[in-house]
């Protein structure tokens, strides 16, 4: 087994919270902060409602009933999840000790040229200009 990459026990857990040794705490930034990290999000946590609103559909009712009772449920959870992704994956990074911004990564690798464009036609930005490049919301 390689120490850079979790078991699929060690994946599963850290999948809904647990912390990696630091021995893999490269793959934790890759995977929390690369490419298609949205995604992953978004799927991980697009499964756990699945299972809390499987139950309903053993209630014998027809199909609009069934879709009435789980779809707003599960929309709302998507939704959330959504919404909340990259919050929850800052704090994915800091508690495996990894810096909050790497979630920006790609953000910044993306807009790098226009950034550019803007310090060739206007100048260098000033250094209190510098707290807005964080999108942290808090």
């Keep these: 087994m390689s120490s850079d990459k979790p078991s699929k026990w060690q994946y599963f857990t850290y999948i809904y919270g647990r912390r990696l040794p630091k021995s893999m705490q490269r793959w934790v930034a890759e995977d929390l902060a690369g490419e298609g990290a949205v995604r992953r999000h978004m799927i991980r946590y697009s499964i756990p409602p699945i299972f809390v609103l499987a139950p309903f559909w053993l209630i014998p009712v027809n199909l609009y009933m069934h879709l009435e009772m789980t779809a707003p449920i599960y929309v ?26 790497l ?20 100048g260098a930005r000033p250094e209190s200009a510098d707290w807005q490049q964080n999108s942290s919301p808090f």
């Design 76 to 101: 709302w959870a998507v939704l959330m999840a959504l919404a909340l992704n990259k919050p929850w994956r800052r704090h994915r990074l800091a508690v495996h000790g990894l810096d909050p911004n």
């Design 103 to 122: 979630v920006d990564v790609i953000k910044r690798k993306k807009q790098a040229q226009m950034h550019e464009d803007y310090a060739r036609r206007f």
